[in-house]
């Protein structure tokens, strides 16, 4: 018997989901809630209202690797991430913050935030370590989700983010 | 009663231990362990009457340092506490023999709910 490669295998692997089609602003909107008020605070809410540019940003992620592959980015300004890292360390925050301590607090939010998006994402799939620095770039515009918010005023945006640059499109 | 906290993270270690006494568990000592092969090390020298572990964690994971305690023959009570709550890791918790499997965020409730058959 001969079998025909009829390319639809080939096709049927090269399809890859973008996150558009598998999670909503909402839906990131309502994890990232439930994250800051289970560890910044009681009363800490999340207002859906883009603000400025953050004056000197920094980020923390986690990266997911499965059915879809990409990155969990929260972007603040350092001050903010400070603020955010004394609201979790609560009575045990030091006079003087260390980095070492940004980078803990900072991370976690993000592993968290992460850690419930992956949830509701097909998998199986790996959750990467937090990091925090300089934000991944976004490889792909249309693999992409985003909310911008404002915590005490201050503005934080959660980037769901393909880590693949779009696919050729067929001629 | 001595509880073990394994988690790379010290901040989510100090927020495990505050919930741990919000939770009215406040008369138990804490040990910390900074990723799994540190609570695999302090199980034995430290012999915690339960471990509560995050699942991510350099050096070893949690499911790796629960993989070890169960092939070393020790039976300590094991629940994680992780960002990840997917039916599959619930189930290879499970299966690992893990008691429970909190999901981060938790509050003080849902620390009741896992714990009150564990520890009194």
């Avoid at chain 1, 953050?54 to 992620?61: F, G, R």
């Avoid at chain 1, 620095?133 to 985003?146: F, I, K």
């Amino acid at each position: 018997m001969t079998a025909t490669d009829t390319g639809e295998r080939r096709r049927g692997s090269d399809a890859r989901p973008l996150i558009t089609d598998l999670i909503d602003e909402a839906t990131v909107e309502s994890i990232a809630q439930e994250a800051w008020v289970a560890l910044v605070g009681e009363d800490e809410i999340l207002v859906p209202l883009p603000g400025d540019a953050p004056v000197d940003p920094v980020s923390s992620w986690v990266d997911v690797v499965g059915p879809w592959t990409g990155s969990i980015v929260l972007t603040t300004g350092r001050r903010t991430a400070e603020e955010l890292s004394r609201a979790l360390l609560r009575e045990a925050s030091p006079e003087v913050l260390e980095e070492e301590d940004v980078v803990d607090a900072f991370g976690e939010i993000a592993n968290v935030v992460g850690g419930n998006v992956k949830a509701a994402l097909p998998g199986p799939s790996g959750l990467s370590l937090p990091e925090v620095g300089e934000a991944p770039a976004v490889r792909n515009p249309g693999d992409l989700c985003r909310i911008d918010v404002l915590w005490r005023g201050e503005p934080v945006s959660i980037s769901v983010q393909g880590a693949l640059p779009p696919l050729p499109t067929a001629p | 009663m001595k509880i073990l906290v394994a988690d790379d993270s010290r901040v989510m270690r100090q927020i495990v231990i505050r919930t741990l006494r919000q939770a009215g568990y406040d008369d138990h000592e804490i040990v910390e362990a900074e990723d799994g092969a540190d609570a695999l090390a302090k199980v034995g020298s430290e012999s915690p009457d339960l471990v509560l572990s995050d699942w991510n964690m350099p050096n070893m994971t949690g499911i790796e340092c629960l993989q070890a305690l169960r092939a070393s023959g020790s039976a300590v009570p094991f629940g994680f506490v992780t960002s990840e709550g997917s039916p599959e890791m619930r189930e290879k918790a499970a299966n690992a023999g893990a008691l429970f499997l909190i999901a981060k965020p938790f509050n003080e409730e849902t620390f009741q709910e896992a714990l009150s058959g564990v520890i009194a």
